[in-house]
Each structure stands twice: as C-alpha cells, then as structure tokens.
C-alpha cells in the first residue's frame, strides 16, 4: 500500500552549469514537504564537472 502525505520528489538542477555552455548536466533527485516549502527550492550541491559547490534550482 502507498504511503500518503505531503512529500513528494523533485529535481534540483545546477543554475551556473546551465549557463556555462559545457555540454552535460549535473541534477540530484530529493525529497521535500510540499505542505512547509510550497515555493521552488535552492541548495547548494556539489556539481562533479565543475569540480565546486554551485547552487541547484528546483525544476518542474
């Protein structure tokens, strides 16, 4: 039986990577309340082509 409740998953998606024009993507999959944050989420992950910390956007 499935769970119910308020989380659901999301993408996160780096923000500078997108911008760079380097070919490829670096995206972690989370989970969050969508009942405590219903607006889109950033967070700091690390992205393995850049080799550094950059800022991860939630995408639809």
Known sequence: MAKKGNRVQVIL???E???SGMP???RYVTTKN???TPDRIELKKF???L???TVHKEIK
């Open 13 to 15: 998606e780096c923000t």
């Open 17 to 19: 990577h997108k911008n």
């Open 24 to 26: 490829g993507t670096s």
């Open 34 to 36: 969508k009942k405590n």
């Open 47 to 49: 992205n393995p082509i």
């Open 51 to 53: 080799k550094k910390m």
